[in-house]
């Protein structure tokens, strides 16, 4: 497919302006028929450790990164992970600032920009996504996507669908069950059917722990059943009313000094009416005498002072009748005493106050009746596990048989690229694991096994495939599902370790398919495979007496000759195997 004409993204002022504002534009690039790529545009990295500045356009095609060991190869992959998402800090800013710029502008498809929006709420501009991240060294970290800020979240679960990187690791991830039902369920569109099963066993295992906690409450539940009713017993007896406590202390303080306020009453009394210079006496002969006087408000005034005698006599007659109720009976002051200290020894036993003894009644009556419906909530807890198994049970046998379909497709396709991968006798199969109990994996425990060699029998592929073997494995499942994948981005970080030359080519082969209609970026050792790139980028590190810098170059014409033919050995002889190698690619 001819390579397009690139649009790049204008690069902002360097180093950071701190303006907090992206200033990149958002091109198009299509082709004559007017169809557009999906694809990376471009990405650029600034200030990422020691890559002081570096712009990829790889585009639509299968786009290699060649350079030395140790060259920096990896920090360009480390740049797309951070653009995407991934976890940041401070040690990956470079000496040149206060912050690391990263930024990556694809084109998608018209469904897939709807995905992206589905996800992270922010919409295509003319197809395409600018997605771009900021690491400060304070930590206060930014995100944008198409201009619009937004969290490093939503930066990821964009990424999620316009990024699919395929690392080092792989073949190690490869290897787990967890991964490899995961890219059956994809291939077979079973994602709503294994989430569907896996909420299912999740509630198969909430309901049998707290089936387990009631039974292992069987043991200690009669026991405390029995001292709460004990408990409530103490209250019954007692039959505690708010307020009443502070009414029994009244009580027993009065009659406690009884004759002390009897005397206080005779006083009274006798101080208001019964004395010769009482009060009533003497504000009588007031009132009287003012009552006869020329003087309106003179006579206001005695009929207060009339009105006043009458409130004393009532006084006394109220003091006097009080002091006749007042009787220092034993028997009700012993009853009173009884009564207030069985408050108080309820009180200490529950709280320390009259309103936490009224809130635990409370809190024994709630347990009691708890206790008392155990039997019953044991019943229907049981009832619901058994109809939750059941529908684990169906859920998951479903779903097993959906992936063994699904797998025979999946299996086909991988078969047919590792033909092509040079290994035409190795089978993928799907073997279940017979003492593998339920999991939140399936019903059925699942793994898949390979087997390389005929007359071998196959093993899981931690145990069988070797490190070639396993990177053309994961080569062809990556194939098999990328049109499951649709991402605009595929990278691959040396896929070809471990294989030879001839292999070397099958694989660059295998790249370039992958790459059509999309970007793959694959960082490779192998000229094989460099030279079916339809477009090259070199990593080199310079180092000076105070720097260490990487500088990444696009290769063209004779640069990108010159270079294969280093990673063939150099000489003339590689140069040219080099050119054949390009020529053969490009035929």
């Keep these: 497919m001819p390579k397009q004409a690139s649009q790049p993204l204008r690069q902002p002022p360097h180093p950071d302006t701190g303006s907090g504002q992206p200033s990149y534009t958002i091109g198009t690039r299509r082709t004559a028929s007017g169809a557009t790529f999906a694809m990376l545009r471009e990405l650029i990295i600034t200030n990422l450790l020691i890559v002081d500045r570096a712009s990829l356009n790889p585009g639509e095609g299968l786009a290699v990164i060649s350079g030395e060991t140790g060259a920096g190869k990896s920090l360009l992959l480390d ?27 694809f084109s998608v498809s018209t469904a897939r920009a709807v995905q992206v929006r589905e996800r992270c709420g922010v919409a295509d501009s003319d197809g395409a996504f600018i997605i771009r991240r900021r690491i400060r060294r304070d930590g206060r970290g930014q995100a944008w996507i198409n201009d619009i800020p937004v969290t490093v979240t939503a930066l990821r ?5 316009l990024v699919e990187i395929h690392a080092q690791d792989q073949a190690r991830r490869l290897a787990d069950p967890a991964q490899q039902l995961a890219a059956i369920d994809s291939h077979g569109g079973l994602g709503a059917q294994a989430t569907a099963y896996t909420e299912v066993h999740r509630r198969v295992l909430d309901l049998e722990s707290t089936a387990r906690a009631l039974s292992e409450g069987d043991r200690g539940s009669a026991r405390e059943l029995e001292f709460l009713r004990f408990q409530r017993q103490e209250f019954a007896e007692l039959g505690p009313k708010p307020g009443e406590l502070s009414e029994l202390e009244a009580r027993h303080q009065l009659l406690s000094q009884a004759e002390a306020w009897r005397t206080l009453c005779a006083e009274a009394t006798a101080a208001l009416c019964d004395d010769d210079r009482s009060a009533t006496r003497i504000t009588g002969r007031f009132a009287r005498r003012l009552a006869d006087a020329p003087s309106a408000s003179l006579r206001e005034a005695g009929a ?13 007659a109220a003091c006097a009748s009080a002091a006749d109720g007042i009787t220092a009976d034993p028997t009700e002051l012993a009853t009173l005493s009884e009564r207030i200290d069985a408050y108080n020894s309820l009180i200490r036993k529950h709280g320390g106050n009259e309103q936490a003894l009224f809130v635990a009644l409370a ?43 699904a797998f025979q497709r999946l ?13 035409p006798k190795a089978r993928i199969e799907l073997h279940d694991n017979p003492t593998a109990g339920p999991s939140s994996l399936g019903l059925i425990g699942m793994e898949l096994h390979v087997k390389t060699n005929p007359g071998m029998p196959a093993g899981p592929l931690r145990d069988v495939a070797s490190g070639g073997e396993t990177s053309r494995l994961m080569l062809a499942l990556a194939a098999s599902l990328a049109e499951d994948s649709g991402a605009p981005l595929l990278v691959f970080d040396e ?8 292999l070397g080519a099958a694989i660059g082969g295998k790249l370039a398919q992958l790459a059509r209609g999309r970007t793959v970026l694959a960082v490779t050792h192998t000229p094989q495979v460099a030279a079916r790139a339809q477009t090259h980028f070199m990593v080199k590190k310079r180092q000076g007496r105070q720097q260490t810098t990487v500088e990444v170059t696009s290769l063209t014409g004779e640069a990108r000759l010159s270079e294969i033919a280093e990673m063939l050995g150099g000489g003339p002889a590689a140069r040219a195997q080099a050119k054949s190698l390009c020529a053969g690619a490009s035929a």
């Design 411 to 423: 299996a086909t396709e991988v078969h047919r690229h590792l033909v092509d991968l040079g290994m």
């Design 363 to 405: 809190d024994i009556d709630r347990r009691i009746a708890e206790l008392d419906g155990l039997d019953g909530r044991r019943a229907t807890i049981d009832a619901e596990l058994a109809t939750a198994k059941q529908q684990r049970e169906r859920s998951g046998r479903a779903l097993a048989s959906a992936r063994r379909e």
């Design 304 to 316: 207060q002072l009339t009105a006043a005698v009458e409130m004393l006599q009532a006084a006394s």
């Design 79 to 105: 740049a797309l992970e951070l653009v995407a998402g991934g976890r940041a800090s401070a040690d990956v800013i470079g000496p040149a600032s206060d912050t690391c710029e990263l930024a990556a502008d």
């Design 157 to 161: 679960a964009a990424s999620s669908e």
């Design 495 to 502: 896929v070809d370790a471990g294989v030879g030359g001839r």
